[in-house]
């Protein structure tokens, strides 16, 4: 081997070839991680939908008097339960500030009126697009009638300085009002 060709394997091929393989057995050990905590993952979040479920319906007190529904098809509801007194719980998600989404969670009684609502606003900026899941924000939807669509900065308030995690969320709402209406 002359001094050139090794030269050569030294400088470029070698690097290339450790590199390629460090890249490998990383990517191997992401996938085993992720493969380990994707049902604990799954779990949680299960756990914490069923915990808002029941915390917007003040009728229930146990996830397990919840019925699932699966005859809907309104865009952007993930899930939708129902409690032995009529009353449901519609989970629908909107894409918010940088494409994260924005959760809501609502609670509605058998005439439509609105008894719970719970928002997980953690993917949207911390101390501003997540302020819309504060309690004395979401104060303003309280009993609101659950079967007519609502309009920001018309019929409720947007957060100030939150304009696109306030429209994300104004959406989710009529989300699961559509939802309402087109199951109850």
């Known amino acids: 081997m002359s001094k050139s060709s090794n030269s050569n394997w030294e400088s470029t091929v070698k690097p290339i070839v450790v590199l390629s393989v460090i890249a490998l057995i990383v990517s191997l050990l992401l996938a085993l991680v992720n493969s380990m905590t994707a049902p604990v ?27 699932e529904v699966t005859d809907y098809t309104t865009a952007g509801v993930t899930g939708v339960v129902k409690a032995p007194d009529g009353s449901i719980a519609i989970k629908a998600g909107e894409s918010g500030f940088d494409g994260g989404i924005l959760t809501v969670i609502m609670g ?49 308030d947007a957060y100030s300085g939150a304009t696109i995690s306030s429209t994300a969320l104004f959406a989710a709402i009529n989300d699961c009002i559509n939802c309402y209406n087109e199951i109850a």
């Open 41 to 67: 993952i799954e779990e949680n979040t299960r756990r914490t939908t069923l915990a808002a479920y029941v915390g917007v319906l003040p009728s229930v007190s146990d996830a397990s008097e919840l019925e």
């Open 108 to 156: 509605f009684d058998a005439n439509g009126t609105e008894t719970g609502i719970w928002v997980d606003a953690s993917t949207q900026t911390k101390g501003i697009g997540s302020n819309v899941a504060n309690d004395d924000f979401l104060k303003q939807f309280d009993g609101m009638d659950g079967t007519q669509n609502i309009v920001m900065n018309q019929d409720f």
